[in-house]
């Protein structure tokens, strides 16, 4: 194919010698000088072929190879980057679950430990009123014991005075005192059945 296409670009310079006038100045078209511009072309193109092809060539190769691992590599490093992002990121997800379900027990225990608390302090709240509440009617019931027994010797003292008042006559103590003492008790269990 090469040979054709050699002998018809022969076929046609000389043909176009005449034709363009290669004898009116033009060295290139003129058919004796053509052996010696076809060997510095070759010799030119062939050099030039082996410096592109082992010097250009390799360094232009290398460069791209170079450049292909250094971004096979930046993707894979962002690739882990990614894997670990995803782990802190799930991590700091578990620690956030953790410490809400810690803070919700942590809200719950100390609920409950000031529930206890209250309930305990209430139980002793109630127990002292009981206590005072009771202190209370103890005293009320001395009281009323030591009020009717000194209401019975003014009770006493005031009937034997009206009495002699009265009658002018000295009236036994026993026999009023034992009267005062009936109402008495008669009149305090109608109070404390009211």
Known sequence: MRNIWLAICIAFTSNTNKAFGSEAGMPQLNPEFWAAQ???????????????????????????????????????????????????LKEYNEIMEKSKKDAKKIIEDSKKQLDSDIRNKKKIFD???EKEILSA?????????????????????????????????EVNKSSVSAIVNEVSKKEVGKNYDN
């Open 38 to 88: 076809i060997f510095w072309l070759i010799i030119t193109f062939t050099s030039l072929y082996l410096i592109i092809w082992k010097i250009f060539l390799p360094r232009i190769t290398f460069s791209l190879e170079n450049r292909k691992s250094k971004i096979v590599n930046d993707l894979d490093e962002a690739q882990k980057l990614k894997e670990k992002a995803e782990d802190k």
């Open 127 to 129: 127990e002292e009123i």
């Open 137 to 169: 009617e103890k005293e009320i019931k001395e009281l009323k014991k030591s009020s009717i027994s000194s209401i019975n010797n003014i009770a006493n003292e005031t009937t034997s005075e009206i009495i002699k008042k009265i009658i002018n006559i």
